[in-house]
């Protein structure tokens, strides 16, 4: 499995408050179709912007990439973004994450 950190910033609290309450929740159904788990997705109000962040993974051997351009070409991904202004999203982030926890194995670790 290979999981993926996503950063969306938006334009207002508005904006964020729609494309995570209605539109992101979409896509947690619309990319199951795909193979895509949605982990968790938060969302961060402060000074500098508003953010949603969404931990998701792909299965093994999946092109992240390709993946994407897929849904996002698809019919739901349209219906999922029906009636949010895409200009609403003004930096998107994406990181793909090693897994670190067999670093610990041998016995944890007090943080």
């Not at 950063?7 to 795909?34: M, Q």
């Not at 698809?74 to 029906?82: G, I, L, N, R, V």
């Not at 999203?89 to 990181?95: K, L, P, Y």
Request: glycine fraction near 8%; proline fraction near 5%; charge should be negative.
């Amino acid at each position: 499995m290979l999981f993926q950190l996503r950063i969306y910033t938006l334009r207002s609290a508005h904006a964020l408050e729609r494309y995570s309450t209605v539109h992101w929740a979409r896509h947690v159904r619309s990319l199951a179709l795909f193979g895509v788990t949605t982990h968790g997705v938060w969302t961060q109000r402060a000074t500098d912007g508003h953010r949603l962040v969404a931990l998701i993974s792909y299965p093994d051997g999946a092109d992240p990439a390709a993946l994407t351009r897929d849904f996002m070409a698809s019919p739901e991904f349209a219906a999922d973004m029906e009636g949010f202004e895409p200009e609403d999203i003004t930096a998107v982030g994406a990181w793909l994450l090693d897994p670190a926890w067999h670093q610990f194995a041998a016995g944890g670790r007090n943080l």
